[in-house]
């Protein structure tokens, strides 16, 4: 599922959203909660920045304005760009077949011309009646041919066009399971990858472990040099950490500063010496504040690793590499703990 808190997270998370939505003009429904509850649980960095600017006014939020915070910041794929490009498949579909029904007209109407020749053949009285009416026939030969070469054009145009839109649904679906800040996996594309690895590690036997990281005191990092550092400072973290994967491995942006590594046909102590180097890179991090000024360093990752047990759920399994993370917190942070 997308959402992994516990059944008391969730519950303190639904009795802070509600009087939120209840200030809004927008009705009580599913999308205004699912924009508010991730504005409370402080997951969506991008969400939470511009409903403060929308509301630091005042500004009550309408139906218009959640659908829009919904479908760029929660969806992740804008319904009406689908339905542009499904019209437009409709629209290539529908000129295919008028090209189609256009050729079917005039194949019978040859099919006719041929016949009544035939019949004017068998009753010529002259070489000249019947030249006469092979001339008419190589006409609508010719006639045919032409047809055939324009739907023939008409046919690669839009093969050309479909590849096109093909193409543009298949941009479209990845962008909205990428983080938009780090070029990662975001949380939609990670419940994707890990139902499939957890799927394909029960039918296979193969082993699966999942890393969870979370950048320590974070906070303090938007606090003393601000939220545009502290946005270089994530994608930078992620790009460490795609740096420190191998190919099959799938990092994620789970939300704020936590990021999730799925490890499919990894061992514990594999996923472990792997989480040990990342957070070794992380430390190794130097950040320049602004041209010609000095670069910051110094940062720390805490993270937890766990595997998954036999018959276990993918949300049982990435619970319990956040408890391994919060683990590592208790101990002083930057640090890598194992959960069995």
């Not at 040859?110 to 002259?126: K, T």
């Not at 070029?183 to 799927?199: F, H, K, P, Y």
Request: charged share 30%.
């Amino acid at each position: 599922m997308l959402y992994a808190d516990t059944f008391e997270r969730s519950r303190d998370l639904l009795k802070l959203a509600i009087p939120l939505m209840s200030r809004q003009t927008a009705a009580l429904h599913p999308i205004s909660y699912a924009v508010w509850y991730e504005y409370v649980a402080g997951t969506n960095d991008a969400l939470t920045r511009e409903i403060e600017a929308l509301t630091s006014n005042g500004k009550r939020l309408d139906e218009r304005e959640t659908l829009r915070l919904y479908t760029t910041h929660v969806a992740g794929f804008d319904p009406g760009h689908a339905e542009r490009l499904q019209a437009r498949f409709e629209e290539i579909l529908q000129r295919v077949n008028l090209s189609a029904a256009e050729m079917g007209r005039r194949a019978d109407e040859y099919g006719v011309e041929l016949a009544d020749w035939g019949n004017e053949l068998a009753a010529a009285e002259s070489v000249d009646q019947a030249q006469a009416g092979l001339k008419r026939v190589l006409d609508r030969t010719r006639g045919i041919q032409s047809a055939v070469h324009v739907l023939s054009r008409k046919l690669e145009e839009s093969r050309q066009e479909s590849e096109q839109l093909r193409e543009e649904l298949t941009r479209s679906q990845e962008a909205s399971l990428t983080d938009a800040l780090t070029n990662l996996t975001n949380r939609r594309g990670l419940d994707l990858v890990l139902a499939e690895s957890v799927r394909k590690a029960a039918s296979e036997g193969g082993e699966l472990s999942v890393a969870m990281a979370d950048l320590d005191r974070f906070k303090s990092v938007n606090d003393t040099y601000g939220h545009p550092v502290g946005d270089r400072l994530l994608t930078k973290v992620g790009q460490t950490l795609k740096a420190n994967v191998k190919g099959r491995d799938t990092v994620a942006r789970f939300g704020g500063e936590e990021f999730v590594i799925v490890m499919p046909d990894t061992p514990l102590d594999g996923a472990k010496a792997l989480a040990e180097q990342i957070r070794v890179s992380i430390a190794h991090i130097q950040l320049a504040l602004g041209e010609g000024e000095d670069s910051v360093g110094n940062f720390t990752v805490s993270i937890g690793v766990t595997r998954l047990h036999a018959g276990e759920s993918a949300d049982a399994l990435l619970a319990r590499a956040d408890e391994a993370l919060y683990v590592s917190k208790r101990r002083g942070r930057n640090c890598v703990t194992v959960l069995q």
